[in-house]
Nanobody, 121 residues
Framework: QVKLVESGGGLVQPGESLRLSCKAS????????MTWVRQAPGKGLEWVSA????????YYANPVKGRFTISRDSAENTLFLQMDSLKPEDTALYYCAKLTGSGRNYPADYWGNGTLVTVSS
């Protein structure tokens, strides 16, 4: 059974950092692209970042570029999102997902349940 479990969310003040993790189980796919997507309160899904199987091709949405860093540990089957210089507008439920193809524009076939990030003073 494929499962993605996010962790690491919480309440932080503006300017602080958080590191999200996404542990995958039920599959091992060294070639799989993975992605982070977020949903702010009352808004739709917003793509955040994507990474290829080897971990050396990464993409970021403009609002997070330069502040967020996506990475993965294939040996641990875990995806990460390091979030620095957090802003109130980063407040959202953050989901990790596995993409169906080799590229950031492919749809996702497996999703986690999300981890909540709240940035507030």
């Amino acid at each position: 059974q494929v499962k993605l479990v996010e962790s690491g969310g919480g309440l932080v003040q503006p300017g602080e950092s958080l590191r999200l993790s996404c542990k995958a189980s039920g599959f091992t796919c060294s070639n799989c692209w993975m992605t982070w997507v977020r949903q702010a309160p009352g808004k739709g899904l917003e793509w955040v970042s994507a990474i290829n199987g080897a971990g050396h091709v990464v993409y970021y949405a403009n609002p997070v570029k330069g502040r967020f860093t996506i990475s993965r540990d294939s040996a641990e089957n875990t995806l990460f999102l390091q979030m620095d210089s957090l802003k109130p507008e980063d407040t959202a439920l953050y989901y990790c997902a596995k993409l169906t193809g080799s590229g950031r524009n492919y749809p996702a076939d497996y999703w986690g349940n999300g981890t909540l990030v709240t940035v507030s003073s």
